[in-house]
């Protein structure tokens, strides 16, 4: 790491350091009373659970009373089934005080029950019970009528002499003023955070509610029975579940009861994971103390949002120098600006993830939870790898000073040019099509070269005939094959040619039989062999037909970024991809590596790898030398790329150990990082798929089931949103600045790219499962398909957009459609939908082939520029 990069990594890191002080910039609130009026009291832990019928023993209540009695005057329970039957006995050797609950559900025989041991229990200990509540929350949850809870709450009072009520909602109470006229007071759940009240409003909307009881029932005392925030679980509308949170909303109430008298319980005393099952995740986070009776958050000191938020920004800032030293390894030619985009790059995504490992340690772990967690690290960490191989692909591709590899050798007229061979396999071509391919190859500028044209396996002597007739009036450079049956595709044809290639040829040279070349491609390339470990000279696929019409010239604005910026980069570490178009050899490095790989459906790719394990080089000229044809339908495009990307998959299988360093060879560094990182994006387009249908059952559940299954996590809707934003935004910008598009080419590009995501997807995953899916020729001069061929061309792509809109629609129709997670996982269905409909929409223009490629404009000629 040079001065310039550890000058950068340092300010970053003093960066994010004034970035969290200010984040986490702590509040000055009330400080906490020495003693509270009470606490709601349900001492379970662990896997202990009342709905389960599982209670704590005696012991265990008795230490959490113990803990609660020099900082409360009493506690309230809600049921006296089991070991909490003992509690007003054992607070009574603490000093509590206790309000003592009965449950009511619809249950009737248990109703009874716990009615009769309440009585008991009250009997046995009415010294110490200073009220006694019947249900809660029994009527908001439709489990009795009005008429039956006064019926219960009747037969009690023959029996005790505590005040007596039943626990609601301050709706409730207002709802149902004849049940008022039956307690003895008001007993009121005042809980803002499920209506959705930011915490900074929370005391206030408390506060109203409790006077408007008050002026509603002037004859009855109002005890808040139940007043709290939780720490941790979903945001509701503006109300946000944190510890800060709940300390700046129980400090403030505090202050507020002890200056207006209110009689109050705070909810609750201890974090109650069993609740998990009943509320959701924010039902385990509501105690003042979590489920290993630690405080959560200070009393008296000022309150910060993360109380270690030190130790966590150390943390971030660890984890960035170790990225950006990765990341400066091979930056001698990035300038500064590139090294500071790096650098926030790098910050952010180690903060985020700092950020994310501390929010999910919050929870109390169950085995579910343990799975989600791993999945969504794995996940995570899948989609920080691909962020930061496209941004160093950004920076190298913005701000490099100079192409290192750059300028290419010139050759002088007195420098002994080699013979060259010029390979041209071609399977069921158009006739007129390889004539005028074989026409521009015999006006090459070129002393001494042959043409090998290799047809295989076409039927119809028609279609070959004209081709060999041809050959043979151009003279005895060229040379044509006609083989049928010939096996190993394309492969098997290159390898036929290099067989019968004349003894004299030191390099040879191939082109699709689409491809009209340029008089001096040749004299241009072939000097750049002269680099005794040259092995492969490349030039750019680039095409002519882009004006035909819209779709093509939305193909090819698609095909230039590749060859105007991913190429240049990776040609900076010599680790550029083999084309089988437009592309030279080192003869005897071919033989070398035993030539083309017949069992591999993209044989060039592969091919410049092999080279690249001898430890030969390779050098890309970003200048066109030729140009072909592009596929002339939607379908044909995409089975092109997924030819590409299935090929991928399998050289990546054949190649692992050797890409990763298992298998000792020549390769550097820089090219396993430039095979690995740039196969990175396909490889996630496979995960992505298969993280649409999960999103997509996982939509249905929530739609189906909505009582059991909740949103995900926001961040499993963050990340691939993140990931979204970043490529698309980093399309257009190296669009705009390094292949010179205009506005309008750099959407066709990203449309045509976009429509490309599930092919690349499915071939993906294909790839990981299969190795044998044949080779697929794109059609030449082929008709454009009608609309509703078109259409068809695109239902997979169009089904899933339709069960994404549905899936983004049904989750807003739950009754929690206002929470964000919810509003959040609905975004991101929409989002994830946008490749699907660009699928749809990028066929059905190829279907329109009157429409103008001019609506998208000519694309700047390819040539060799310097980055600025």
């Known amino acids: 790491m040079n001065r310039a990069s550890l000058l950068i990594t340092l300010l970053m890191g003093a960066l994010t350091v004034l970035l969290w002080g200010m984040v986490n910039r702590p509040d000055i609130e009330p400080p906490w009373p020495a003693k509270i009026e009470g606490f709601s009291f349900s001492p379970m832990r662990g896997e202990q659970s009342p709905v389960a019928h599982v209670y ?81 929350e029994t009527i908001l949850r439709e489990e009795q009528t009005v008429d039956e809870m006064i019926a219960h709450i009747e037969r009690v009072r023959h029996s005790v002499w505590a005040p007596i009520s039943t626990a609601e909602p301050w709706h409730i109470w207002l709802k149902y003023p004849e049940l008022v006229k039956h307690v003895d ?160 790059v790098a910050y952010s995504i180690t903060t985020f993830v700092v950020w994310l490992l501390y929010d999910f340690t919050q929870q109390y772990m169950t085995v579910g939870m343990l799975v989600v967690g791993v999945a969504l690290f794995i996940a995570a960490l899948g989609v920080i790898v691909v962020l930061l191989a496209e941004a160093h692909e950004w920076a190298e591709a913005l701000w490099l000073k100079q ?65 060999q007739a041809h050959c043979e009036s151009l003279g005895g450079r060229f040379r ?45 390339m072939v000097p750049l062999f002269s680099e005794p470990r040259m092995a492969i000279v490349q030039a750019p696929q680039d095409y002519r037909d882009g004006d035909e019409s819209l779709f093509k010239a939305m193909c090819q604005a698609e095909y230039r970024g590749f060859f105007s910026i991913g190429m240049v980069t990776r040609n900076e570490r010599n680790a550029i991809i083999q084309h089988g178009t437009m592309t030279m050899v080192r003869r005897h490095v071919l033989e070398e590596v035993e030539g083309w790989a017949e069992w591999c459906i993209t044989e060039d790719a592969e091919l410049g790898l092999r080279i690249f394990e001898r430890g030969y080089c390779a050098t890309y000229v970003p200048h066109s030398y030729g140009k072909g044809l592009m596929p002339d339908t939607f379908l044909d495009f995409k089975k092109q790329r997924f030819r590409w990307a299935y090929g991928a998959v399998l050289i990546m299988r054949q190649h692992l150990a050797q890409l990763f360093g298992l298998e000792k060879t020549e390769l550097t560094r820089g090219q396993r990082y ?61 669009y705009r600045v390094r292949v010179e598009a205009n506005l309008r080419q750099s959407i066709a590009a990203g449309l045509a790219g976009l429509a490309l995501s599930h092919v690349i997807a499915r071939a993906m995953l294909t790839g990981f499962v299969t190795r044998h899916i044949g080779f697929f020729r794109t059609p030449k001069h082929a ?5 509703v061929r078109a259409l068809l061309d695109a239902r997979e792509e169009l089904l899933f957009l339709v069960a994404m809109l549905l899936a983004a629609y049904a989750v807003l129709q739950r009754e929690d459609a206002m929470m964000l997670d919810v509003r959040v996982w609905s975004i991101m269905l929409l989002m994830q939908s946008v490749p699907y409909a660009a699928a749809g929409l990028v066929s059905l223009i190829s279907a329109a082939p009157r429409l103008p490629g001019g609506m998208v404009g000519a694309m700047r000629r390819l040539t060799h520029q310097q980055p600025n």
């Open 56 to 136: 704590p023993d005696i012991s265990q209540i008795d230490e959490d009373l113990a803990l609660l009695a020099g900082d409360a005057f009493a506690v309230r329970t809600y049921t006296v089934e089991g070991t909490m039957a003992q509690v007003p006995r054992l607070a009574a050797a603490h000093g509590l005080n206790v309000t003592l609950g009965a449950w009511i559900s619809n249950l009737s025989e248990r109703n009874e029950a716990e009615i009769n041991d309440l009585i008991r229990i009250y009997l046995e200990n009415h010294r110490q019970v200073v009220r006694v509540i019947i249900g809660n």
């Open 403 to 467: 192409l290192r590899r750059s300028p290419l050798p010139k050759a002088s007229p007195g420098d002994r040019l080699p013979m060259v061979s010029v390979h041209v396999p071609a399977y069921n071509e158009p006739p007129d099509m390889l004539i005028q391919t074989l026409d521009a190859l015999a006006q090459l500028d070129y002393p001494d070269f042959e043409v090998l044209v290799i047809d295989n396996n076409t039927k119809d002597p028609a279609v070959w005939q004209p081709v």
């Open 480 to 524: 044509f094959f006609h083989v049928d049956p010939l096996s190993g595709f394309k492969a098997g044809a290159l390898n036929f040619a290099l067989r019968e290639t004349d003894p004299a040829a030191e390099v040879v040279a191939v082109i699709d039989s689409d491809y009209m070349v340029e008089p001096n491609w040749l004299r241009d």
């Open 674 to 734: 430039h095979f690995v990182a740039g196969w990175l994006p396909w490889l996630a387009d496979g995960f992505n798929l298969a993280f649409n249908l999960a999103a997509i059952a996982w939509s249905a559940a929530m739609v189906l089931a909505p009582d059991y299954v909740a949103p995900p996590h926001p961040i499993f809707a963050v990340l691939p949103l993140s990931l979204f934003v970043f490529k698309i935004s980093k399309m257009f910008f190296l």
């Open 783 to 787: 008709e454009a398909h009608g609309l």
């Open 185 to 344: 007071f008001i007993a009121v759940h005042l809980l803002p955070y499920w209506e959705g009240v930011a915490v900074d409003d929370a005391v206030n909307y408390v506060l109203d509610r409790y006077h408007q009881l008050k002026q509603a029932y002037p004859d009855k005392q109002v005890v808040i029975s139940e007043v709290g925030w939780p720490s941790n679980g979903r945001t509701r509308q503006s109300a946000v579940a944190s510890r800060a949170n709940q300390a700046r909303f129980l400090r403030r109430f505090l202050a507020a009861a002890e200056r207006e008298n209110i009689t109050y319980y705070v909810m609750e005393a201890f974090d109650q994971p069993w609740k998990r099952a009943i509320e959701g995740d924010v039902g385990s986070h509501w105690g003042v103390f979590d489920a290993e009776r630690e405080p959560k958050f200070e009393f008296t000191t000022p309150v910060t949002p993360v109380p270690n938020g030190w130790s966590l920004a150390a943390i971030s800032i660890g984890l960035s120098i170790l990225v950006l030293a990765l990341m400066f390894r091979d930056s001698a030619g990035l300038s500064s600006s590139g090294r500071g985009f790096l650098a926030i």
